[in-house]
Nanobody
Framework: QVQLVESGGGLVQAGGSLRLSCSAS????????MVWYRQAPGKQRELVAG???????DYATSVKGRFTISRDYGKNTAYLQMNRLKPEDTAVYYC??????????????WGQGTQVTVSS
């Protein structure tokens, strides 16, 4: 079995910072892309930032210059450093990873989500 667990969410004032973590565990052979999504109440889930196995990154226009995605390959963990947070960043943040398991399967996995609330 493979699990993704997010942590680091919370309540912060506008202009503040948070760092989210996404740790993958279980029967993992390798991890391809790791991606952060978010979903605000009443809105569709949207891609926030992604990082490939080679370290290439991509960001939603709304977070470019404020958010930074990174990975610790040895720990199977991705991070999302969020700076200069705005009330519109309020959402549940989900981690997604494309994982090749030790059983030889290649699947998409999701974490349970972590709430980020930015007060004005």
């Amino acid at each position: 079995q493979v699990q993704l667990v997010e942590s680091g969410g919370g309540l912060v004032q506008a202009g503040g910072s948070l760092r989210l973590s996404c740790s993958a565990s279980g029967s993992i052979f390798s991890i391809n892309n790791m991606v952060w999504y978010r979903q605000a109440p009443g809105k569709q889930r949207e891609l926030v930032a992604g990082i490939t196995s080679g370290g290439s990154t991509d960001y939603a226009t709304s977070v470019k210059g404020r958010f930074t995605i990174s990975r610790d390959y040895g720990k199977n963990t991705a991070y999302l450093q969020m700076n200069r947070l705005k009330p519109e960043d309020t959402a549940v943040y989900y981690c997604n990873a494309l994982i090749y398991t030790q059983r030889g399967t290649f699947s998409d996995y999701w974490g349970q989500g972590t709430q980020v609330t930015v007060s004005s």
